[in-house]
């Protein structure tokens, strides 16, 4: 094991060189050589872990149609058309699913889901009625006309049995009669 380690350490140093005149260090990886004093420039760029640049960034974006991109100031813009700043939903195409509002197709849904619209409402209401008299065709004139009563069936009733019958009238006149000679 040891002569395996001696041996990488050997062809290690064969790579590494250090210059004193000029404090740069060196390494020989396969003919390339990198010094203290390179850059990311000097770096070759491999063909999947690349490394972040301007230029490689610029270029990797694009814009077509209103937008559009300057890869040498990396700007982008958006060109907003003239027609459209001027346009109205008469102007916009209608989609499949996302349909626009129309009075013709609330309508239709209404009616095909059984909501009551405001002319079936209206309709219902005149049945109600039903050519009421003036006087008597609001709930509020109904109460009015039935003195305001809550219990007016059970006054009624009360009432009707105060009264005599015609067979109990006749007898008691036969017997007031009788009595009186």
């Given at each position: ?40 420039d000097d770096l ?137 000679g």
């Open positions: 094991m040891a002569s395996t380690k001696a041996t990488e350490l050997a062809q290690l140093s064969r790579k590494l060189t250090y210059n004193e005149g000029s404090n740069v260090a060196a390494i020989d990886g396969g003919g390339n050589f990198l010094t203290t004093s390179n850059t990311a070759p760029v491999g063909s999947t872990n690349l490394y972040y640049t301007d230029t490689l960034a610029r270029g990797a974006l694009s814009g077509t149609g209103d937008i559009t991109y300057n890869s040498g100031t990396g700007a982008i813009s958006y060109s907003f058309a003239t027609s459209i700043a001027a346009a109205d939903t008469d102007d916009i195409g209608e989609g499949s699913t996302n349909l626009y509002y129309t009075d013709a197709r609330v309508s239709s849904y209404l009616t095909t889901n059984t909501y009551a619209t405001q002319s079936y409402v209206a309709a219902q209401v005149s049945n109600l009625v039903d050519s009421a008299p003036g006087a008597l065709d609001t709930l509020n004139e109904l109460a009015a006309a039935l003195g305001d009563d809550a219990n007016f069936s059970t006054t009624i009733t009360n009432l009707i049995n105060t009264k005599t019958t015609i067979a109990a009238a006749i007898d008691e006149a036969t017997a007031l009669a009788i009595a009186l």
